[in-house]
């Protein structure tokens, strides 16, 4: 038994070459790694056996059984010893494959970051974003901890692109998209191609360029998107924040994500008013001296960075929108 040889090389002080061979023959055949294991657990039981009956005083061991028997009893301890190596191996290198070749990638608030991947393909990540990746033979996989990403997706027809965001799961070949993580959603957008994507118990959707997708635990909404919408949501590739009549209150939380100090809303009445334009993540005193020519709203600067949001009593201004940004 090829097994049973192999375990006596493996425990008769091997050479490195030795090492790798026996590797080699487990991982050529499904069916070697079983027979190498069940060699490894007979060789524990019979060594178990043996510390056991090493308390019993037991006449020689010539004197039990004849010399074909002994012959036997020692093919049954390699055998043993075997399946027990073939085990430890097995599971040596399944977790070397679950638990290596993961990278993890974040941004700080107010950084934008862009990765080039191993397969060709480009990561993006948001403000305040963190995504892990894996890469096998066989898959792309990656995870998308917290924030905002991403994808240009390099064709690769033999290894899907799998994207995981809480409970959805979004599968590319070659195409691109953008993941964003709110707080009981996840909302896609798909610039190019085509993906699919299923989440919970929900039934697999497929999305394609100029549509988008609102993922719930289980539930799959799909949404058409205009080309001004897909803009605006992809705007901040380009470090940008584009409004589009949002309510201050919505705005300000857009530009949040890229400040440590946050924009606060100090009275009701501002809160409903609206705001468009084209303003820059990194600077927000852009946007907020926009919000002062433009609408009844002055800015209170807080001694830790932060502003606040007041209302100035003068004439409507609620339909008036601010100024685009340069």
Same mark, same amino acid.
């Not at 192999?6 to 425990?11: G, I, M, P, S």
């Not at 690769?156 to 070949?173: L, N, T």
């Not at 993580?181 to 299923?198: C, F, I, K, Y």
């Not at 705001?275 to 600067?301: H, M, Y």
């Given at each position: ?19 790798? /061979? #026996? ?14 294991? +069940? ?15 090493? /308390? ?9 059984? =004849? /010399? ?35 990278? +993890? ?21 948001? =403000? ?21 990403? =991403? ?14 965001? +809480? ?55 799909? &949404? ?9 949501? &992809? ?12 309510? #201050? /209150? ?12 946050? #924009? ?9 008013? +609206? ?21 009844? #709203? ?29």
């Amino acid at each position: 038994m090829e097994a049973a040889r192999l375990l006596a090389r493996l425990n008769s002080d091997p050479t490195p070459q030795d090492e790798d /061979e #026996i590797c080699a023959w487990i991982e050529a055949d499904p069916r070697h790694g079983v027979a190498f294991a +069940r060699a490894e657990a007979a060789w524990d039981a019979a060594e178990r056996l043996k510390s056991a009956a090493a /308390e019993v005083n037991l006449p020689p061991l010539e004197a039990i059984v =004849s /010399e074909e028997q002994q012959r036997r009893l020692s093919r049954n301890i390699m055998i043993a010893a075997g399946i027990a190596i073939a085990f430890f191996i097995v599971a040596a290198i399944v977790t070397i494959r679950t638990f290596s070749g993961v990278d +993890r990638y974040e941004t700080a608030v107010g950084q934008i970051r862009d990765v080039a991947l191993a397969d060709g393909s480009i990561l993006h990540l948001n =403000s305040n974003s963190e995504a892990e990746v894996r890469f096998t033979d066989i898959g792309r996989k990656v995870r998308v901890l917290k924030g905002e990403a =991403s994808f240009d997706v390099a064709h690769d027809k033999g290894r899907p692109f799998d994207v995981e965001v +809480r409970s959805a799961q979004i599968r590319a070949v070659g195409t691109a998209f953008n993941v964003r993580m709110r707080p009981s959603v996840v909302e896609l957008t798909v610039t190019q191609g085509t993906v699919t994507v299923h989440s919970g118990n929900s039934g697999l959707e497929k999305v394609s360029a100029g549509s988008g997708a609102v993922i719930q635990s289980r539930s799959i909404d799909l &949404t058409h998107l205009s080309p001004k919408l897909i803009d605006q949501r &992809t705007a901040w590739r380009d470090q940008m924040v584009e409004l589009d009549g949002e309510t #201050i /209150e919505q705005a300000a939380s857009e530009f949040n994500r890229y400040r440590r100090a946050p #924009i606060l809303i100090g009275d009701a009445r501002v809160s409903s008013l +609206r705001v468009g334009g084209r303003f820059r993540v990194s600077d927000s005193k852009e946007f907020l001296s926009a919000l002062q020519l433009s609408l009844p #709203i002055r800015a209170v600067n807080g001694e830790d960075g932060s502003v606040m949001l007041l209302y100035r009593d003068e004439p409507d201004g609620a339909d008036i929108m601010a100024a685009p940004g340069e």
